[in-house]
Structures are given as C-alpha cells and as structure tokens.
C-alpha cells in the first residue's frame, strides 16, 4: 500500500485527521495532519526514517519499520 492509503485507513479509524489536494501529474500533497497547517509561508514536508522524503505521499510504498514525521518548513 501507498502511504496515502494508510493515512487515509487511519483517517476512517478516527486515529488522525488530515485535509489536502489531489494533482493529476503529482500525486496527493497534503496541506494538513493533525495540528500541522501549511501557510503561505511554510509548507508541510515529511521524513521517511530521517530523511526528506523524495516521493508523494501517493507514490511512495510504505515499508515495516519507517518512521515518518511532518514538519513545516
């Protein structure tokens, strides 16, 4: 499963909640998870096990044993 798909499992199950936008050549970008909000000056970026990540949240494959964290950057 993508990673979106587990974010969109955990926002059924009421574990998190998070708003965003779909674009047809990029994949889903996520504008908002939990207390995080992006802005016009910060956007909201993720870390797969400590680094930046390099792929949306809807192309990449989640693997046991990542760490994911968002910040605003």
Same mark, same amino acid.
């Given at each position: 499963?993508?990673?979106?798909?587990? %974010?969109?499992?955990? @926002?059924?199950?009421? #574990?998190?909640?998070?708003?965003?936008?779909?674009?047809?050549? *990029? +994949?889903?970008?996520?504008?908002?998870?939990?207390? %995080?909000?992006?802005? @016009?000056?910060?956007? #909201?970026?993720?870390?797969?096990?400590?680094?930046?990540?390099? *792929? +949306?949240?809807?192309?990449?494959?989640?693997?046991?044993?990542?760490?994911? @964290?968002?910040?605003?950057?």
């Amino acid at each position: 499963n993508s990673f979106y798909d587990a %974010l969109v499992e955990a @926002k059924e199950e009421k #574990l998190i909640d998070f708003a965003g936008q779909n674009y047809p050549a *990029l +994949g889903f970008f996520l504008t908002d998870i939990g207390d %995080l909000h992006s802005n @016009k000056d910060k956007d #909201l970026m993720y870390y797969i096990n400590g680094k930046e990540a390099y *792929l +949306g949240v809807s192309s990449y494959k989640l693997k046991d044993g990542d760490i994911l @964290k968002w910040q605003l950057e």
